[in-house]
């Protein structure tokens, strides 16, 4: 690029002296500022400069432009446009021709176009990955489509890969100082056009940072249980971004320390592990990179009598946290020996929140693989879930998983006068947890016979994973004190049949025969004489795909609070004149988020929530609530 910067330096204090006259008036300028000093532009691009004479009381009648080389640009009213490559200075000059200010203009060639980075398949990459020895073959890609570009391919270190002529990667090894990643090494593969145009990409030989056993992940140098004479499936694997992916079995050698009762053989590109008879036996399993004599341990193995169990978070809400998990020893057919399910405060499984013994082969199952919820939890808060199986002659337990409940905020019902935008109600149920104390202070119930640690003695017919109620425990009406003492729950209704239930984990609308609907706080908050359109956001779930819910509108204002179970001061709800209606998408474990607006709401008026009618007895009636949003989208 050509360069007259010490030119226009010994120029520029010429431009800018000010006139010797130094009389003020309001028709002499005293200076001249633009909006920038300095300015970049490419041969055929335009930027647009602003020049602004002081003092604020002069006569305005705007300035002169003028270029000190008009080779490389040219100006028109502010508009400045690159003509040729080279640096000069663009000059406004006051009406009065008292005072100068100048920006120095910086002319680059015109761009001609991007490099970028793309796989074989044409799909961009930001990153490249892959194990140590693996190769991949990448393409570098200009904008201006031309297939005539000559490329030049680097990797700023070669020990983490190599990179031949054609863009054709080699990853090296490096062994990593961490206890969790066995192999990593990381650097930059930069590529250039001939006109020296490029991009630059980081560069990734992944680590072997575990085993899968069966398709089933375990971070390196952690235990794994076998059943004993018994085959299975291994392969290294190595970290991907995210994701986790197979070593080819020609990439990599096993090795056992206990061949007696282990022994292990390539097979395809993965290898098998055998087990003998005996159990109560280890055996450590060591890896190397093909062609290198370095052994590294990457897991440890046991032989145990049977599968353990394994449990996963299903779904989660604000105070909700679903959970399923494995069969272990107890069968189908095997009612009397239980699960017991617990859920934590602490990942050492010390400070349990709540604990049940379950049915392990109850009917109630259909076969399927047992699912639970436990719900009234704190909002953004960390639990762990542990199963144990106590069926047969050992028992068998899951490892603790860990489940984060989603973020919410409480906005309890006020008077304040809402605006546009504002939340004016939300509530998570977070008081609801069953057989916890949460649940005592907050509203009680209906204790009876019930055991709150087993499901014996249930007034529901049996217990379903899925579908079916669980045990229940009706809510008893709340207390005057107990509402003025702040408890948020306090303040909710019911609609015509009082029967909301705490289910083991669930706050429960409805049953076979009731048709039960919750019904919010009065939302005083809404402007007088005002009317309203609110947004409602609740997760939720029903019994089964397809049934659905209604959310409606109650001018009405003597509903009684919830958990009544007299009966009494019955109040009929109005299901079919503002009102709209939600669809489930699976059963009763299955939260999802459902959205619905609603409009004409007035200050005072309630919303419902419940089944699409209060007098139909069946199982479309039963559902699940975990939290509801109100916000105020207009006010007319």
Request: glycine share 8%; proline share 3%; charged share 20%.
């Amino acid at each position: 690029m050509k360069r007259f910067i010490t030119i226009a330096i010994l120029l520029l204090p010429a431009l800018l002296a000010c006139n010797k006259d130094s009389e003020t008036s309001t028709k002499t300028a005293t200076s001249v500022v633009l909006s920038t000093d300095k300015l970049e532009i490419q041969v055929g691009e335009s930027a647009t400069l602003t020049a602004t004479v002081l003092p604020v009381n002069v006569d305005k009648k705007g300035v002169t432009w003028s270029v000190l080389d008009e080779e490389y640009v040219e100006v028109k009213d502010g508009t400045v446009t690159g003509k040729a490559e080279g640096v000069t200075y663009v000059i406004a000059t006051s009406a009065d021709g008292y005072q100068k200010a100048a920006c120095m203009v910086s002319v680059n060639p015109p761009f001609k176009y991007r490099v970028s980075i793309q796989d074989e398949n044409g799909n961009p990459l930001d990153a490249v990955y892959g194990y140590p020895g693996m190769t991949k073959t990448v393409v570098a890609v200009a904008s201006d489509g031309s297939a005539g570009h000559s490329f030049t391919w680097s990797v700023d270190d070669e020990s983490a890969a190599t990179v031949d002529a054609s863009g054709k990667i080699t990853f090296g090894a490096v062994r990593s100082t961490g206890d969790t990643y066995v192999y990593e090494a990381q650097s930059y593969l930069k590529v250039v056009s001939e006109d020296g145009y490029g991009c630059r990409i980081p560069v990734r030989s992944s680590m072997l940072n575990g085993i899968a056993v069966d398709g089933e992940f375990y971070l390196a140098g952690s235990t794994t249980k076998v059943m004993k004479e018994g085959r299975f499936i291994i392969s290294a694997l190595y970290a991907e971004a995210e994701d986790t992916k197979a070593v080819p079995a020609s990439g990599v050698t096993f090795e056992l320390s206990n061949t007696t009762d282990f022994s292990i053989s390539q097979l395809g590109d993965a290898y098998m592990l055998v087990t003998g008879g005996v159990t109560n036996v280890t055996s450590s399993l060591s890896v190397s990179l093909t062609g290198s004599e370095e052994k590294i341990e990457i897991a440890r193995f046991k032989i145990d009598r049977i599968w353990p169990i394994k449990a996963t978070l299903a779904a989660k809400t604000s105070s909700t946290l679903v959970y399923t998990w494995t069969q272990g020893v107890s069968g189908s057919a095997d009612a009397a020996n239980p699960y017991t399910i617990s859920l934590y405060r602490d990942e050492d499984g010390t400070d349990a929140v709540v604990s049940y013994n379950i049915p392990a082969g109850d009917a109630c199952w259909r076969g399927e693989q047992p699912r639970f919820v436990f719900s009234g939890l704190k909002p953004a808060t960390n639990y762990w879930f542990k199963v144990i199986d106590t069926g047969g002659a050992e028992g068998v337990e899951s490892d603790l998983i860990r489940g984060t409940t989603s973020a919410f905020t409480i906005v309890e019902p006020g008077n304040w006068e809402a605006a546009e935008g504002e939340v004016i109600l939300a509530e998570d149920f977070s008081e609801m947890l069953w057989g916890a104390d949460e649940t005592a202070q907050a509203a009680g119930y209906d204790v009876g016979n019930d055991n709150s640690s087993s499901f014996g003695n249930r007034e529901a017919d049996s217990f379903v994973a899925t579908t079916k109620q669980y045990a229940q425990r009706i809510l008893t009406a709340q207390s005057t004190a107990k509402k003025e003492a702040g408890l948020r729950i306090a303040k909710w209704a019911q609609g015509q049949y009082a029967r909301i239930y705490i289910g083991p984990g669930y706050l429960f609308l409805s049953t076979k025969s009731y048709g039960t609907h919750l019904v919010t706080p009065s939302l005083n908050n809404i402007p007088e004489e005002k009317t309203a359109k609110v947004k409602v956001t609740l997760h939720a779930a029903g019994f089964a795909n397809g049934y659905q819910a209604v959310l409606a509108v109650q001018h009405d204002k003597s509903f009684h609070l919830v958990g009544s179970n007299t009966q009494t001061n019955k109040k009929t709800l109005d299901l079919e004149t503002n009102v709209q209606t939600i669809t489930f998408n699976g059963g009763i474990t299955q939260l999802d988020e459902f959205t619905v607006e609603l409009s004409g709401l007035v200050k005072g008026d309630r919303i419902a929530f419940g089944p699409t009618t209060e007098s139909d007895a069946s199982n479309k009636n039963m559902m699940l609530i975990s939290d509801m949003t109100i916000q105020i989208l207009e006010i007319n």
